[in-house]
C-alpha cells in the first residue's frame, strides 16, 4: 500500500502554487533538444504538468494512486488519458513512452529504486524528475523528506542509468536522464 497520498486538490492548483512551478521552464527542460511524441506524467495528481505537456502537442498520459485526484484530472484536463496505479509497478509496456516524467512525487515513492527502474522500463528516450531542493524551503515538504542530488546519481547508477543531468530553477530542481 502506498504509504504517503497527497489529497488536497485544491491546494494543487493554487495560483501562487502554479506560479512556483515555473511550469513553462519545466516543460522546457525536460523537452530540450528531444523530438517527442509521448510522455507518462507519474504523480500526475489533478493534471497540471500532464496539461502543460499536452498543450505542446504531446499524446500525454497521467498515472496516480488517488482516485480523487484522477477524478479531479479527467474534469480539469479532458484532454489526456488518467489512470490509476503506482510509480513502482506502471501498468504499461516496455518503451511505451518517449519520456516519463515524475513531478513533485519522486520522493513521495515507497521504493524509489524500483520506481526508477520502472521508469527506465517504459521510457524509450528520457526519465525526468523533478524535485524539491535539498534545502530548507518556506514551501513544499520539509528537508528531511526532500531527496539530495547525490542520492538521485545513485538510484540511477543502481537502476542502470547514467547519472542525471541537475538543472536548478528557482524553486525546484530538474532531474534529466538521458537513456
Known amino acids: 500500500m502506498h504509504e504517503r497520498r497527497f489529497t488536497e486538490i485544491e491546494r494543487l492548483r493554487n495560483p501562487e502554487r ?7 521552464a519545466v516543460v522546457e527542460h525536460t523537452l530540450a533538444g528531444l523530438i517527442a511524441d509521448s ?3 507519474v504523480g500526475t495528481g489533478t493534471g497540471v504538468f500532464a496539461e502543460a505537456f499536452a498543450a505542446r502537442g504531446l499524446r500525454v498520459e497521467g ?5 480523487e485526484m484522477l477524478a479531479a484530472a479527467r474534469q480539469l484536463v479532458p484532454q489526456v488519458t488518467f489512470r490509476e496505479g503506482l510509480a513502482e509497478s506502471l501498468p504499461y509496456p516496455d518503451h ?9 512525487v519522486f520522493h513521495e515513492t515507497d521504493d524509489r529504486l524500483q520506481a526508477l527502474k520502472e521508469a527506465a522500463r517504459v ?6 524528475l523533478l524535485e524539491w531542493p535539498y534545502e530548507m524551503g518556506e514551501f513544499g515538504p520539509p528537508q528531511e523528506e526532500r531527496l539530495r542530488a547525490e542520492e538521485i546519481a545513485a538510484l540511477a547508477r543502481q537502476a542502470g542509468l547514467p547519472a542525471p543531468q541537475v538543472i536548478p530553477l528557482t524553486h525546484l530542481v530538474v532531474y534529466r536522464v538521458e537513456k
Open 63 to 67: 498515472l496516480d494512486v488517488n482516485a
Open 39 to 41: 510522455l507518462l506524467d
Open 123 to 128: 521510457a524509450r528516450r528520457r526519465v525526468v
Open 96 to 104: 511505451a513512452f518517449d519520456i516519463v516524467f515524475h513531478g513533485l
Open 18 to 24: 502554479l506560479t512556483r512551478l515555473d511550469l513553462d
